[in-house]
Nanobody, 115 residues
Framework: QVELVESGGDFVQAGGSLRLSCTASGSTFFSANEIGWYRQAPGKQREFVAGFKRDGSPDYLESLEGRFTISGDNAKMTVYLQMNSLKLEDTAVYYC????????WGQGTQVTVSS
């Protein structure tokens, strides 16, 4: 059974940075590049934030304007999301999940950006 554990969320002032981690256990994923990041803000639907295309190149929510960077460590089956220049609108619960083979959602990690 696959388990996804997200961590790294915190309270941060606007303009600050955070790095989120997502570690997958089980045998569903063969590469960290199969895992992406999503977020759900209060009152909104969950949306895709960052992941990898089939060729391994990163893919991002267009509105992020280059502030976030996704990376993966296959040996640890861990995916990271470096978030810089955080804005109030980045406040959300951040989740990771399979990009092409979704599994049950984890608990997510809360990111709260304050002014």
């Amino acid at each position: 059974q696959v388990e996804l554990v997200e961590s790294g969320g915190d309270f941060v002032q606007a303009g600050g940075s955070l790095r989120l981690s997502c570690t997958a256990s089980g045998s569903t994923f063969f590469s960290a590049n199969e895992i992406g990041w999503y977020r759900q803000a209060p009152g909104k639907q969950r949306e895709f934030v960052a992941g990898f295309k089939r060729d391994g190149s990163p893919d991002y929510l267009e509105s992020l304007e280059g502030r976030f960077t996704i990376s993966g460590d296959n040996a640890k089956m861990t995916v990271y999301l470096q978030m810089n220049s955080l804005k109030l609108e980045d406040t959300a619960v951040y989740y990771c999940n399979g990009l092409w083979r979704p599994v049950p959602w984890g608990q997510g990690t809360q990111v709260t950006v304050s002014s």
